[in-house]
Structure formats: structure tokens, C-alpha cells
């Protein structure tokens, strides 16, 4: 190869690494969602999400608690009780129980401190049940976290 070849493809091979470390931890995951719709406001002035089976979202790493307010609607199978369990990174943190279909449940979930470098983690809900034609899961209003 000729020397500007060899150029050429040092300056792919740094562009490449730099696009992979960017993207490794990029900045902008902080504010993406998966299976959430948009944004509603209840009654009383309450903001919620609909969720749809499963849903994500990122939580800052730093985080040790935060807090979930859900709230199922409709009754799982005959009347049931609708589970939502809780993860983090893929490791489940908890499983909340709800009872009452018109409650809302603000459930605390305490997480483990991150031992990674990277600036969010993923926090994933999975519904016991969804209500077609819709696919509806549960109401998530507006998580805080400390």
C-alpha cells in the first residue's frame, strides 16, 4: 500500500474508534424512551404515561432510589391483580403488586450503586397484562429519582 492509503485508513480507524466511545455512553440517552406514549394529564392535574407490555426509560447512574408511581386502570384476568416488575440493567429489582385498578402505587425501588462508568442505566418495566385494542400496560406518572 501506498502511504496515503495507509493515512486513510488510520483516519477511518480513529474516526471509527471515537464514533464507538461516543456512542458507548452518548450523552442523549437520558431523555429516550421505549413503550411509553406521550405525555397525558389526569384530572386532578396529575401527569401520566401510558405503557404499553414493556417499557424503558434511563434513570441517571448515580441514582440509589427512585420512586414509580403506577397505576394499573383495568383489573388483570379475572380480576386479578396486575404485576409490574421492575429492572435494572436488565436485572430485576422488584415486583409491584397492583391491587386496587383506581390507585395510584408510589413505589420506592432502592438500586444498587452503579459500578460502571457510563452516565444512565436502564430501567425496564414488564406488565403482566396489556388491555386490547390498544395494548395498554399501566399509568406511570413522573418517576423521581435521588
Given at each position: 500500500?501506498?502511504?496515503?492509503?495507509?493515512?486513510?485508513?488510520?483516519?477511518?480507524?480513529?474516526?471509527?474508534?471515537?464514533?464507538?466511545?461516543?456512542?458507548?455512553?452518548?450523552?442523549?440517552?437520558?431523555?429516550?424512551?421505549?413503550?411509553?406514549?406521550?405525555?397525558?394529564?389526569?384530572?386532578?392535574?396529575?401527569?401520566?404515561?401510558?405503557t404499553?407490555?414493556?417499557?424503558?426509560?434511563?434513570?441517571?447512574?448515580?441514582?440509589?432510589?427512585?420512586?414509580?408511581?403506577?397505576?394499573?386502570?383495568?383489573?388483570?384476568?379475572?380480576?386479578?391483580?396486575?404485576?409490574?416488575?421492575?429492572?435494572?440493567?436488565?436485572?430485576?429489582?422488584?415486583?409491584?403488586?397492583?391491587?386496587d385498578?383506581?390507585?395510584?402505587v408510589?413505589?420506592?425501588?432502592?438500586?444498587?450503586?452503579?459500578?460502571?462508568?457510563?452516565?444512565?442505566?436502564?430501567?425496564?418495566?414488564?406488565?403482566?397484562?396489556?388491555?386490547?385494542?390498544?395494548?395498554?400496560?399501566v399509568?406511570?406518572?413522573?418517576?423521581?429519582?435521588?
Open positions: 500500500m501506498r502511504r496515503r492509503q495507509w493515512i486513510a485508513a488510520a483516519a477511518v480507524l480513529v474516526a471509527s474508534a471515537l464514533a464507538l466511545g461516543y456512542l458507548y455512553d452518548p450523552p442523549w440517552i437520558g431523555g429516550v424512551t421505549s413503550g411509553l406514549r406521550p405525555w397525558e394529564e389526569g384530572p386532578p392535574g396529575t401527569l401520566f404515561r401510558w404499553a407490555g414493556r417499557a424503558t426509560f434511563f434513570v441517571p447512574s448515580n441514582v440509589t432510589t427512585m420512586i414509580v408511581p403506577l397505576r394499573s386502570v383495568f383489573p388483570g384476568p379475572d380480576g386479578a391483580p396486575v404485576k409490574v416488575e421492575i429492572r435494572d440493567n436488565g436485572r430485576s429489582v422488584a415486583t409491584i403488586v397492583l391491587n385498578p383506581e390507585e395510584w408510589r413505589a420506592t425501588v432502592p438500586l444498587t450503586p452503579s459500578a460502571g462508568r457510563r452516565r444512565f442505566r436502564r430501567i425496564d418495566l414488564r406488565i403482566s397484562r396489556v388491555v386490547n385494542p390498544y395494548v395498554l400496560g399509568m406511570t406518572g413522573e418517576v423521581s429519582a435521588r
